[in-house]
């Protein structure tokens, strides 16, 4: 199977269930609310040195942080003159703030109504902080495992990226101000954007897999 056709199959796959997903949030159904309520009586337990710690990694799922780091890599992505690479790594931001916001306030979901230990306006699906990181922090990583050659590298990358990517989602039910089902809907959202526009630099010829754009 081409690569193409394995990540439009993909692509499907994740809007199958970010589709279902979304449906049963909306209708409170009893999925949803298991899923909620095992993983929170699992997770939320606090004391000052945990709260010291997720306090801070939340942070780097707010607006302002990930703006800042994708707006240093987009800067030096295009100094390297990886232009594709920078174009694929804002896209890939932008979409999904958009697309987060739209969801969130379509479908109206109340936050936990337990206590919050950080502040949190709006509403709760999709969780912004870690769709948001997940679009940041993934395509960096993606954009780095084409970018570097050395093993080492990648698999160091790849940790990193992906343990941010879980510790901002774990932290926003952890400090009560959103459910697991939001965590794991902004998650999705966020791979079905990536996923989506991995297939349209391809269809375009504009490859994230040569990332210095159009060659003279």
């Not at 948001?132 to 084409?146: G, R, V």
Request: aromatic fraction near 14%.
């Amino acid at each position: 199977m081409k690569i193409s056709k394995k990540i439009s199959l993909l692509l499907i796959i994740l809007v199958i269930f970010f589709t279902f997903w979304s449906i049963n949030v909306t209708l409170k159904s009893k999925i949803i609310t298991q899923f909620d309520t095992n993983l929170i009586q699992q997770i939320y337990h606090h004391n000052q040195f945990s709260l010291s710690i997720f306090r801070p990694i939340t942070n780097l799922g707010d607006t302002f942080p990930t703006i800042l780091i994708a707006a240093i890599f987009f800067i030096l992505l295009v100094i390297k003159k990886y232009y594709y690479a920078a174009i694929y790594l804002v896209l890939n931001k932008v979409v999904v703030a958009l697309f987060n916001s739209l969801i969130k306030n379509t479908i109206e979901r109340p936050r936990p109504s337990h206590y919050h230990y950080v502040f949190a306006g709006g509403y709760s699906f999709p969780s912004g902080h870690s769709a948001s990181s997940f679009a940041l922090y993934i395509s960096l990583l993606i954009i780095s495992l084409h970018i570097f050659k050395q093993l080492k590298i990648k698999v160091f990358i790849s940790i990193m990226t992906i343990i941010m990517v879980l510790l901002v989602g774990y932290s926003r039910i952890f400090l009560g101000v959103h459910y697991p089902s939001d965590v794991l809907g902004g998650y999705t959202l966020a791979a079905i954007v990536i996923t989506f526009n991995t297939l349209l630099f391809r269809a375009k010829d504009l490859s994230i897999l040569q990332l210095k754009g159009i060659k003279n």
